[in-house]
């Protein structure tokens, strides 16, 4: 998500962005042809309450360019009360943000973890052109192609999760799933279930909201890190709204599950 790793993307415009990458990376071949790499990571329960350097690790120093305007500060991903969270806000980044005006924090794994259930307990940031996520990813950077699962709450309309995926860098299989509460009010469990060649299922407070089963395009097969960012957008504003700072969003997390399948 920086050089080294390829961008986080979500918005109607991603495909082609997605297969200019894959172009770009060499990566054009069919997905699913070669086997999934082996994961290191088992199951875990963590309940956040502090930073676990052996399991996470705190972006810091750059930014993921493109329609990120923001750069991640390590400072900027906290654990208090029980909590980590993620703040928004205009402190100026080591060595400036790579030139954008917002720092934020991103949060990941330090293994890659393959098919099972990835839960956490969270709860959103609210304001036009901002994003909440929680999602698995790989890419370049760890001697793979492009596969990620995500949830996204757009700040625009926390009523509102959209859910994704990208295999071998192609994306565009959004939904938009209405969730009877408001996510930035209040915490709620979030799922992602992957099964090995069937399904993607994401669950929301433990009710299934939406499912894919590869009729949209192959689904990702390789193990992927778990993430979470908080982020504005510049340049997408018919997707995610105009964003105008208006001071600090914060976005807190409870605990983050791995189930191994």
């Known amino acids: ?50 930073h ?31 909590v980590m969270g993620l703040n928004l806000n205009n402190t100026p980044c080591p060595g400036g943000c790579s030139g954008k ?10 293994e890659l973890y393959s098919y099972g ?5 969270m709860k959103a940031a609210s304001g036009s052109g901002i994003v909440t996520s929680f ?23 926390t009523w509102q999760m959209q ?8 994306g565009g299989h959004e939904a938009v799933i209405n969730l009877g509460f408001d996510a930035a009010a209040g915490y709620h469990d979030y799922a992602i279930e992957w099964w090995r060649g069937g399904t993607i299922n994401w669950f929301v407070d433990g009710r299934l909201v939406h499912q894919e089963n590869g009729s949209r395009g192959p689904l990702p097969t ?11 957008g510049t340049g997408v504003d018919s997707w995610l709204g105009p964003f105008n700072y208006s001071g600090q969003r914060t976005a807190t997390y409870d605990w983050v599950r791995y189930t191994q399948y």
């Open 117 to 121: 259930r990835f839960e956490t307990r």
């Open 222 to 232: 390789r193990p992927q890190r778990i993430m979470m960012n908080l982020w504005p």
């Open 163 to 170: 859910t994704n995926y990208f295999t071998n860098g192609v």
């Open 1 to 50: 998500m920086r050089s080294t790793m390829t961008q986080h993307r979500s918005a109607p415009r991603r495909l082609l962005v997605a297969l200019a990458t894959a172009l770009l990376l060499g990566l054009s071949a069919a997905p699913g042809l070669a086997p999934p790499a082996a994961a290191a990571g088992g199951s875990f329960v963590d309940n956040l309450d502090s």
């Open 52 to 82: 676990n350097t052996g399991r996470w690790n705190k972006a810091d120093g750059w930014s993921n360019g493109g329609m990120f305007n923001a750069g991640w500060r390590a400072d900027h991903v906290w654990h208090s009360g029980g």
């Open 101 to 110: 005006p917002y720092a934020s924090g991103e949060y990941r794994t330090n």
């Open 135 to 157: 999602f698995t990813y790989t890419g370049p950077s760890d001697g793979q192609p492009w596969d990620e699962i995500d949830v996204e709450i757009l700040g625009k309309n």
